[in-house]
């Protein structure tokens, strides 16, 4: 998943239970760094020593070019993608924003998702947590 802001504690609590049950999934999350507080880094701390194989990146600015943050808002599962406008915040997650979302099983969309993940996974702006 790519997201601009991870702050909803219960979406957070729902991605733990998940690794717990199923450890051998992989996870893998590139988050805004300047929007994270110290609650939420802790939080993915604690995902990635639940899992066997959860990896978060931060997209940091650097002030030489043009991707100052990383706005992106999507994820992918398998052939699943969700894009949209939403974060995964309480505002967003509880209704409190209007919010857009899309969803497809389309594998051609997937994988074009995935492209993109991966572009941003190796962008010089992403580090590791």
């Not at 043009?66 to 915040?89: Q, R, V």
Request: charged content about 25%; some cysteine.
């Amino acid at each position: 998943a790519a997201i601009y802001k991870f702050g909803d504690e219960d979406l957070y609590k729902t991605l733990l239970q998940t690794m717990r049950a199923r450890p051998q999934l992989a996870l893998r999350l590139v988050v805004n760094e300047e929007t994270m507080d110290s609650k939420s880094k802790d939080w993915l701390r604690e995902l990635q020593k639940t899992g066997n194989d959860v990896q978060v990146m931060y997209w940091h600015r650097d002030g030489d070019d043009t991707y100052e943050k990383l706005h992106a808002k999507f994820t992918i599962c398998d052939s699943m993608s969700i894009l949209g406008s939403a974060n995964w915040s309480e505002n967003s997650c509880e209704g409190n924003n209007m919010e857009f979302t899309f969803s497809s099983q389309s594998p051609e969309i997937a994988q074009e998702m995935y492209g993109v993940m991966d572009r941003l996974w190796s962008n010089h702006h992403a580090s590791p947590a």
